[in-house]
Structure formats: C-alpha cells, structure tokens
C-alpha cells in the first residue's frame, strides 16, 4: 500500500529539508540546541521509508532507547510503518542484538549475561582481592571502584587501562603494572562466568566487525542508511563501530559541540569535527533557527555560550522564532529547604494557571541536590518521576527477581546467583560460591543440567542449617524457569517465576511487600514487549542503566525530577535549574581544577531545555550541621549580562 503523503517542505526548513531529502552518503547536520537535530533524523526517516528504502535497512542509533523509541513511534504515525521493524537503539543494545547472533565467533556462548555496573565492580573488587590483598587496605591507592572507572574509561576511549593508569597515578609505583594485572584477570573472571560488562558489549562488537570480514561485510550491506543523534557524545569506541558499520560512508549523524558533556565517559567531539575528514565529501548541513524556546530563554541561552573562551567549537548564535515571554528568573532562596519551599510554592501556582505537572521539570547536577525537594514532594503528595537515584529497575527487589531469571538462563552467571542465594539465613558470598561449584561439578559428573541437580538433596546438604528450610522452593523455582526457556514466551515464565519461592520470600522479609510485588507483576505487561528471554534479559540490564522509566507503565502526568545528564534531548514548557551556587554548579572540584568548560556545557544543556519558563535558583546558605556558609552566585550567572534575566525576590524562610 502506498504510504499517505508526507509535506516535507511544509513540516521542515530549507536547510532540514535540504539534510532529509539530501542524496545517500556522508552528512552531518551541526546545530545548537533546538534547533531540530532529532526531528530532522525523524523526518529522515520517514523520508527513506518513502523512498522505498526498507525499515531493516535503517539503523538510528540514538543516546537512550526511550529516544529510540519515542523517534520511532512518530515514524510510524508519519508512515503507518511498524517502528520495530527498524533498528533502533542504543550503541549498547545493538551491540547486543548482534553479539546475541554472532558473539560465538568472538568468544561468547550464545546465553552470556550482561552484568550491570555494580556487579562488575564486586568482581573487579573480588579480582583486586585475590591478587593483592593489600592493594585495597594501602591508602593512597585508588579505590576499587576508582579503578573501575579509569579502566572503563581507557577501554572507551580505545586505550590500555595501563596507559591510564601511568597518566593518572605517576606517583605511584608499579601501579601501571597493578591495573594491567588487574584488568587481565577481571576479564578471565568475566570469560570463565560467562559474563559481559557494558564496555565489553562494545568492545566485543567491534571486534567482531574488524576481524570477522563477512559479517562486516554483511552488516554494511544490510544497513543502506545508519543515523546517529547526539553524536558529539559518542567516543572513540562508539565511533570506530561507526567507521565499520558504514563502510560506504552510508551515515548522518547530528550534533551540537556546545552540548559535548559526557567526556568523562570518554566522549570526544573530535568525532564532530573530524567528521569531515573520516567521511570524505560530506555534506554539512546547518540549522541557524531555534524552534524550541523563547527569545527571551534563547538570548539568556546564547549569552552562556558567549562567555566560553573563544575559539571552542564550532556553534554559532541561534534566532528563535517562538513568541516572546517573561526573561528567566534567578531566584536567591535561603538555603535548600527554602528553595524547596519557592519551587513548590511555584509549581502550585503553575497548576493554578492550568499547566500540567508533566510541563515542569526541575535539574540538577547532582541527585543529592534534589533531597529537600524530594521529602516536600512526598509529604505534600506531589506525584513526580525521578529519572535518577534508583530508579525502577534498579530497585533491589526487581534485581533480586530478575536474577533468577538470568541465572536461569546461564548457570555460569555466579553473581546472579549469589544474588538470590544471599537472600537466605546465613548465606553469604562465599558460600553461594561454594554451593554454586559443588553444583556445577556434580552436573557435570551426572551429565546433568545444572537446574536439575539444584535440587537435590546431595545439594541441600550443602546448604547452611538456617536456610534449608526455604531452600527447596527456591532451587525448584530456578529449575521451572530453567526448564520453560526454550518452551514459554516470556510473559509466562515472569508468571512462572512469581509464583515460586521470591514471592512469598518478600512477603516475610519487606513490611511493604505489596507495592513491591504491584512491581514485580507488572513486569508481566512489560515481558509482553519481547519475544525471547534472552531479549528480555538483556534489556533489563539496559534499561537500569539508562532509567527513564519509573515502571513499565505508561508515563503519568506527574513533575520530572532529573539530573541535566539525563535530561539530554528533552524539553519542557518550565523548566527548574537549581542549585546555582558557586561550587555546586559548577562544582567546586571542577572549580579547583580549572576545568569549567564542561559544566559550562551541561549548564547550556539545562536551559535549552525550556521552553517557555525557565527558573534558577541560588541557595545563599548552605547549612549542613550546625555549620552555616555563605554561597556565592554561580558564576555562570555572574558571567551573564543581567538585563537578561530578572531577579525574583521571596520571602525568607526562616531566620538563622
Ligand atoms: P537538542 O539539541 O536539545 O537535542 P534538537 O536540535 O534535537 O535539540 P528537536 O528536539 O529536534 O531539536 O526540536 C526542538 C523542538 O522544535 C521540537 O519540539 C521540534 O518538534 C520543534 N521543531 C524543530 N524543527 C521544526 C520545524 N521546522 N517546524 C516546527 N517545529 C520544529
Ligand atoms: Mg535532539
């Protein structure tokens, strides 16, 4: 059936048009916030389907699968194309889907499990452990989760973690050496469970496509069309899978270099301005118009950017072409109970004047920024979406139930399994371990399936007095869901599994144990998104990374509560930045280190993402204890002209 018309020229600009409609080959479209990057790569989209071009011949590589998703679904109201039918995701969790294929050639059994950040660190911690048990207690070494980071960061910026290691910590002796032994046995560990950390989902995918010729080869013929957002937040090793996939320089990617604010992570806008130079003969395409705020919020917006050292990127000023509103607000509070007060107080107002809750957002920099307004929230009622801290699927109870699942499906997996076996009496680490190797060794001598040898009784005798009791339900639980893998859609093996041993174990332990198991059931809905286990699985890990999302549910209409990171992309009519006091935005360490260019970004970030209302507040005290001190402005304010904002004043709080 013919597609129903699209008017592209009435739904675009000349220059968004001009990348949409733009001739297959390399293009980047660089413009400033707003200006509409995404809808663009949407429109894109929807102009390639038209073409002719099929949906499993798009790859839109996106910062978070909700992006993804969300992109996809206006796709499909464009097209009436089914948005699945692309490939639409992450780098991580197309690197997944594909390693999921192909990870045999690579090293990887077809059931690895992917082991989110926290597990990762317990078992370079456990590694750190063994082999130098003093490595930990000396004082001047870095932390585990220390090293975990810079070895992370070495991996994505396609380093040796050594390297790293000597760049950071000169003054350390032998320490290059340490973190390379270190690293050498944590991936062993990883390799002998059979477990991938998110590093390794990329690592492991790019060298997939590197040596193995015809997969690559594959790949690049299958994906005609390969579309990147926020591209000036991927590193090197997101941007070498680029290189490969799209062997014909078959990309468009979309950037801003003012919003490069994730090099922590080893991002690296040199992908943006190299671009050029890697994809010869690309088309630039730039966006001078801003469709997303008002003049007022936009003039405030460029004035941040202004005050970068000159000569950094390659951004210019943006017109808006929305109608003209109030300027933003700066607002002294008290301290961070009285902002608490004055945000509160606002937002009521703003309901009174019709808004919806789901307009407002509030930004920090960092989640404990948020607490005050967190406990008024609650005590008040106020529904509100956190879209950082813990998040629905990082939640100790969906981890503990959804790692039987995991484990169920790889029994090598020893930290899913210690992570239920731990639930019981008197069961800790060690001798998870250790009934876990006595298993494995016995099925192995009875030829048997793991599941099947969990509930023995050879196995229960292995188990510590206290837990026996409760050891039967849960061994057979394991060995149910183990034996409905291959069988049972996923919806039915979440049910299978709810109704064995952890329901009833959070009934004892958890006073609140209804709302958790509302949590859990609802996993049932959300497993009806998948097809396989494995998909499902793999998706969990993702998503309690990424946390958009409070539960499976739909969206609410409640208030976001959000770091600026994860806020990338988004917009709201009203938007809350707090916090804006010197040393906590910008952060005093980054202050200290004369490195200010990047909380410069993410400043930038924060209020491109209003659309109409933008409100800073400046707590004056911060009063922690029975110490009270003075803030000065952040000077990101201080920088800015103040005819661009107005000062609001209000009431005092409380008096000190
Ligand atoms: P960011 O840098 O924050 O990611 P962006 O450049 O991706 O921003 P979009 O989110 O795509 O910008 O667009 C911002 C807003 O402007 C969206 O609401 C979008 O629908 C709207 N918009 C963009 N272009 C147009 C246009 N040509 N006509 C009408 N609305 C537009
Ligand atoms: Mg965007």
């Not at 995991?406 to 992570?419: G, K, L, Y």
């Not at 988004?570 to 200290?592: N, S, Y």
Request: proline share 5%; charged share 25%; net charge negative.
């Amino acid at each position: 059936a013919p597609l129903p018309p699209i008017d592209f020229k009435a739904e675009l600009n000349d220059e968004q048009y001009a990348a949409v409609t733009s001739e297959p080959g390399p293009a980047l479209v660089l413009a400033g916030a707003g200006s509409g990057k995404t809808r663009t790569l949407t429109y894109r989209v929807a102009y390639l389907l038209h073409q002719g071009v099929q949906p499993y011949e798009i790859l839109l590589l996106t910062f978070t699968n909700k992006a993804s998703r969300e992109m996809l679904e206006r796709v499909e109201e464009l097209t009436g194309i089914n948005g699945r039918q692309l490939w639409g995701g992450t780098f991580h969790s197309i690197a997944q889907r594909i390693l999921r294929v192909h990870g045999d050639l690579v090293g990887l059994q077809r059931n690895y499990t992917i082991l989110d950040q926290g597990e990762a660190e317990a078992i370079l911690k456990n590694v750190i452990q063994t082999l130098d048990s003093k490595f930990i207690k000396t004082k001047n070494n870095p932390k585990p989760k220390v090293v975990a980071d810079m070895i992370s960061y070495a991996r994505n910026t396609c380093r040796e973690p050594r390297e790293e290691a000597d760049e950071r910590y000169p003054f350390l002796d032998g320490m290059a050496d340490k973190v390379d032994k270190f690293y050498k046995a944590y991936k062993q560990a990883k390799l002998d469970q059979q477990v991938v950390d998110y590093d390794d989902l990329l690592e492991y995918f790019l060298k997939l496509l590197r040596e193995q010729t015809e997969i690559r080869e594959q790949y690049q013929a299958r994906f005609k069309h390969i579309l990147v957002d926020e591209f000036q937040d991927t590193n090197r090793l997101q941007s070498d899978i680029v290189d490969q996939l799209a062997g014909h320089h078959q990309v468009m990617a979309v950037g801003d270099d003012a919003q490069c604010i994730y090099t922590w992570r080893g991002a690296d806008f040199d992908n943006i301005m190299q671009f050029e130079e890697r994809h010869p003969g690309a088309e630039i395409h730039k966006i001078e118009t801003n469709y997303r705020s008002s003049p007022e919020i936009l003039g405030f917006a460029n004035a941040v950017l202004a005050s970068q050292p000159s000569g950094l990127g390659f951004s210019k000023e943006l017109r808006a072409i929305k109608p003209s509103r109030e300027r933003p607000y700066f607002v002294p509070v008290m301290d961070t109970r009285g902002q608490a007060k004055f945000i509160i107080e606002r937002i009521e107002g703003l309901v009174d004047e019709g808004r919806n809750l789901s307009d407002i957002a509030i930004l920090y920099r960092a989640h404990f920024q948020a607490m005050d307004l967190q406990m008024e929230l609650t005590r008040l009622n106020i529904d509100y979406q956190i879209t950082s801290g813990v998040r629905f699927f990082e939640q100790a109870h969906i981890k503990d139930f959804t790692a039987q699942l995991r484990f169920a499906s790889n029994p090598a997996d020893v930290s899913a399994f210690a992570r239920f076996t731990c639930l019981l009496p008197k069961v800790g680490p060690k001798t998870a371990e250790r009934i876990h190797k006595f298993t494995r060794e016995r099925a192995a001598k009875l030829e048997k399936n793991f599941c099947d040898v969990l509930v023995s009784p050879e196995v229960l005798k292995k188990v510590p007095a206290d837990a026996k009791e409760e050891w039967p339900s849960l061994a057979e639980t394991i060995r149910e869901v183990s034996a409905a893998l291959t069988e049972r859609a996923p919806e039915e093996i979440i049910q299978l599994a709810l109704d064995g041993w952890y329901s009833s174990y959070i009934r004892e332990i958890y006073p609140n144990w209804t709302d958790r198991a509302d949590d859990l059931q609802s996993l049932v809905s959300f497993a009806n998104r998948f097809e396989t286990m494995e998909e499902l699985l793999a998706q969990l890990v993702l998503l309690a990374s990424e946390s958009n999302e409070r539960s499976p549910e739909e969206q609410q209409n409640c208030l976001r509560l959000t770091t600026i990171h994860q806020a990338k992309g988004l917009e709201f009519p009203v938007v809350f930045v707090i916090g804006l006091a010197d040393g906590t935005f910008p952060l005093k360490r980054t202050i200290d280190a004369g490195d200010l260019e990047e909380e410069r970004r993410l400043f930038y970030v924060a209020v491109t993402r209003a659309e109409e209302e933008l409100y800073m507040s400046y707590p004056m005290l911060n009063n922690q204890g029975n110490q009270v001190m003075r803030l000065n402005p952040s000077r990101f304010i201080q920088e800015i002209d103040p005819s661009r904002y107005e000062t609001l004043r209000v009431a005092p709080t409380r008096r000190y």
